[in-house]
């Protein structure tokens, strides 16, 4: 018998491995897949082999080393089953990132709010501090952080664009002799910082802002703060 | 299947020891391939907390159902990271989705891509193929297969976005891969 066409199934498969399908293309895939048979030589050649080059593709990107104590944390949540534990699944943790933020983002706009009519507000949420960085540059900036965590969000408003090519790159000094240690770079859209994440000491007495090169910031201040306030 | 590499018949065996709950085996797999997944998934969700819950869920995913993975469906590699690329994909419609419901204006995307070091040697020499391989696509079909794999568009969002028929990112998508497979498949 002679062998099915494959022309298409082969444009449908790359996009498939590349996750662009729309759901009308996908589902002719399936029909397709489905009528050439499980056995098809043909067809799991062609998705093994692009999914391969998908696979391959990620290597384009640089590799992020995963936070402290990822490991074992998935190591635990791996094991839960047979030590007997019910299973909470690590999105439990990521909705509760979620709901971090947006905790730290209420205290984030108590803090900017609090600045912004010279009042000290209600005290926030239990667990967080906030940080209202001051200086030269226009708007206001507000870290949100939590004692002895290293995790911290920034929230602002009224920022101007840094300008072509640059960012700005929060600092903070982990003591008076210390240097300074980059925590993490961010860009305002239409003025406004919604949450940036950044990495913060667990101990440090002063956070900054300058205005470094982009994409990804300087190793060590280039110039000025324009933003700074103590710990 | 014939294996391709031998990094990859190790890789088999690390995930036919998964099968057998060998935790170290399983820890091996996560050191070797969980920033390369980080870095993909952040490449799409901007955010590092979520792309690192993405690239966990995949791996708890792996270890509950290693048979989830068999040796038809290529590499061990390809499977990995095309699992995570299919999550962190699933995520970016969804929000983009639930903003679109509640008339959001699009955020913005904050960088959050930290330097890293990779001390994998081959992984280094695959990294350098990879990216001569795209440098050498003609700028249409890369430009497709960014929109599409690093920026999670779908073929249909994508032809809308450059103002080009269905049927010429289709073609443009398959010629590329096509290129790319040759390139390193064959090689890698």
Redesign the interface.
């Known amino acids: 018998m002679a062998e099915r066409p494959h022309d298409e199934l082969e444009e449908l498969i790359v996009a498939d491995v590349l996750d662009g399908l729309d759901p009308a293309d996908a589902e002719r895939l399936q029909r397709l897949l489905a009528e050439h048979g499980p056995e098809c030589l043909r067809c799991r050649a062609l998705q093994s082999d692009y999914r391969d080059v998908a696979g391959t593709l990620a290597l384009v990107v640089d590799p992020v080393p995963m936070s402290e104590g990822a490991e074992d944390a998935l190591m635990r949540a791996a094991t839960r089953r047979a030590r007997g534990e019910p299973e909470p699944t690590v999105s439990t943790r990521g909705r509760g990132a979620r709901r971090w933020v947006a905790v730290a983002a209420v205290a984030a706009a108590i803090a900017v709010l609090a600045g912004a009519i010279g009042y000290r507000l209600a005290p926030k949420p239990a667990g967080f501090r906030t940080i209202t960085l001051q200086g030269t540059a226009q708007g206001q900036l507000v870290l949100v952080y939590q004692p002895g965590q290293t995790r911290g969000n920034l929230f602002g408003t009224g920022l101007a664009d840094p300008g072509a090519g640059k960012v700005y790159e929060l600092w903070y000094r982990p003591s008076p002799d210390a240097n300074m240690v980059p925590a993490g770079v961010f860009t305002p859209s239409e003025g406004a910082v919604q949450g940036a994440p950044v990495t913060v000491g667990k101990d440090f007495d002063l956070v900054a802002v300058t205005v470094e090169p982009g994409p990804d910031g300087s190793p060590q201040p280039t110039s000025q703060p324009i933003l700074s306030a103590p710990a | ?1 014939a294996v ?1 590499s031998i990094e990859d018949a190790r890789d088999r065996d690390l995930v036919r020891r998964v099968g057998n ?1 060998d ?1 170290q085996a ?2 091996a797999l ?2 070797r391939y ?7 998934a ?2 799409l969700v901007r ?7 993405i ?3 995949a ?2 995913a792996l ?2 159902d290693p048979s989830a993975y068999r040796e ?4 061990v ?6 699992t ?3 999550r962190a ?1 699933d995520m970016v419609r969804r929000e983009e989705a639930q903003r679109r419901r509640a008339g959001e204006p699009q ?2 995307a ?7 070091v ?1 001390d994998e040697v081959h ?1 280094q020499d ?2 350098s193929r ?2 001569e391989a ?1 440098g050498e696509l003609p700028e249409a079909q890369r430009q497709i ?1 960014e929109l ?3 920026g ?5 969002a ?1 032809a809308a976005e450059l103002d080009l028929p269905l049927g010429t990112v ?2 443009r ?2 010629l590329a ?2 290129r ?2 040759t390139k ?2 064959d090689e ?1």
């Open positions: 299947m391709r709950g935790e399983f820890r996560f050191r969980g920033p390369v997944a980080k870095g993909v952040l490449r955010q590092a907390f979520m792309a690192e819950e690239v966990q869920e791996f708890l270890w509950r038809e469906l290529g590499t590699r390809g499977w990995l990271l095309s995570v690329h299919h994909v955020r913005e904050l960088e959050d891509i930290a330097q890293a990779v992984l695959t990294r990879v990216r795209m297969i599409m794999y690093f999670g568009k779908s073929q249909s994508i289709k073609s998508t398959l891969m096509r790319l497979r390193l498949v890698v």
